[in-house]
């Protein structure tokens, strides 16, 4: 079957659908700003991941983490949400969609005022920090002067244990919570949408297929072409801002 290919076949898939997950990736972001890390000039072309046994394990790796966090050299956050942000959250305040999984950590979905409950982060959030071992929460801005001032790498105030910004490194686990969250939301939608994914990186990409093979819809937007093209009911290779505008609820 040949998937459907025009904006006016996505917004009726939208309108007849009553339960929507949307599935973003860096795609949605590149467009504030926010250079997919995977892409030639993005962040890993740069500078090597500091993986999570080495923060563990090396307090000069942990400092040159607190560094890049501290002077925004991987990009990650101070980025403002774009119109395919604000297009999402209009689908989550009008009902149609019921939560939006992320593979970002950037805090857009929030700042575009998706409420939090409704965000699901596979790779968890790099705009604060949590500690290791009681998973207490700190602001950045409250670790940043101790750092930067007095060379402190910060320790939990609760419990004495490390604090990390709240991403999934490389070589962490993938978040128990957050993966339940999304097969469960995977599979009571009747429409999956992803907007800006390139589908690669198991095991989120599994999502899509997830909610497919249980009968939902699928509905893909990525400049590129994705994995997952073949699979779809319809694929769209444009701009997210444009088309989530002209398609989203007004
Ligand atoms: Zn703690």
């Given amino acids: 079957m040949v998937p459907a290919m025009s904006r006016s076949d996505l917004a009726r898939m939208i309108d007849e659908a009553r339960r929507v997950v949307v599935f973003t990736g860096a795609g949605i972001s590149t467009e504030s700003g926010i250079p997919d890390f995977r892409s030639p000039g993005g962040v890993w072309s740069r500078m090597k991941p500091i993986y999570f046994q080495e923060f ?111 991403t999934i490194s490389f070589g962490q686990a993938m978040p128990p919570e957050p993966m339940a969250r999304a097969q469960e939301a995977a599979l009571a939608c009747d429409l999956f949408l992803v907007l800006g994914s390139s589908l690669v990186v198991y095991p989120a990409a599994g999502f899509p297929l997830l909610a497919k093979r249980n009968g939902a819809a699928l509905a893909i937007v990525n400049r590129e072409p994705t994995e997952l093209d073949g699979y779809a009911d319809l694929v769209l290779h444009e701009e997210i801002g444009a088309v989530m505008s002209e398609v989203a609820p007004a």
């Avoid at 002077?71 to 989550?92: D, E, M, R, S």
């Avoid at 999984?101 to 950037?106: E, G, H, L, R, S």
């Avoid at 857009?108 to 920090?129: C, F, K, M, T, W």
Wanted: glycine share 10%.
């Fill in 56 to 166: 563990v394990g090396d307090p000069a790796k942990r400092r040159e983490a607190w560094t890049r966090a501290f002077t925004g050299a991987a990009g990650w956050v101070g980025a403002q949400p774009n119109a395919g942000h604000y297009a999402v959250a209009k689908l989550v305040a009008s009902g149609k969609a019921v939560a939006v999984i992320t593979q970002n950590v950037d805090n857009l979905h929030q700042d575009s005022g998706v409420p939090p409950e409704r965000v699901i982060e596979l790779h968890g959030n790099a705009s604060y920090a949590k500690c290791l071992d009681c998973e207490e929460r700190h602001e950045l801005a409250e670790l940043k002067d101790s750092f930067l001032k007095a060379g402190e790498i910060p320790y939990c105030r609760c419990c004495g244990g490390l604090v990390k910004t709240a």
